[in-house]
C-alpha cells in the first residue's frame, strides 16, 4: 500500500492550502493526518472514518476540515487561516479502525510526508 501526500508549499499566514493523499488501493476504514515540526514529536491532526465521521485535533478545530472521496482513494485537508506555528511537515496515514485515533500506533501506512511552510 502506498500513499502519495501532496499540496503543501509556502503561504503567508492566514493563507489556506488543502493537501491531498491519495491511496494506492481502497483506503482503510481510518485515513489520519499528522504533522511533525522541527525538533518536535508527530503530532495528530485529524482523522476521518469510512463512514465520514471525522476528529481534528484542538489546535486546529475550526480552521481545518478533513473529507474523503472513496471512489479516488483519496482523503484531503483543508487549512484555512493559517499560522505560523502550522509550520511542519505532513504525514497522512492509514489504519483499521480501533479504539483509539490519535496516536502514531493507530496507523499501519504512512506517506512520504508534505512541507507546509506559513510565513508571517
Known amino acids: 500500500v502506498q500513499l502519495q501526500a501532496s499540496g503543501g508549499g509556502l503561504v503567508q499566514a492566514g493563507g489556506s492550502l488543502r493537501l491531498s493523499c491519495a491511496a494506492s488501493r481502497r483506503t482503510f476504514s481510518n485515513m489520519g493526518w499528522f504533522r511533525q515540526a522541527p525538533g518536535k514529536e508527530r503530532e495528530f491532526v485529524g482523522s476521518?472514518?469510512?463512514?465520514?465521521?471525522?476528529y481534528v485535533a484542538d489546535s486546529v478545530k475550526g480552521r481545518f476540515t478533513i473529507s474523503r472521496d472513496n471512489a479516488k482513494n483519496t482523503v484531503y485537508l483543508k487549512m484555512n487561516s493559517l499560522k505560523p506555528e502550522d509550520t511542519a511537515v505532513y504525514y497522512c496515514a492509514a489504519g483499521p479502525l480501533r479504539s483509539t485515533w490519535d496516536r502514531v500506533r493507530d496507523y499501519d501506512y504512512w506517506g512520504q510526508g508534505t512541507l507546509v511552510t506559513v510565513s508571517s
Open positions: 476521518i472514518r469510512w463512514s465520514g465521521s471525522t
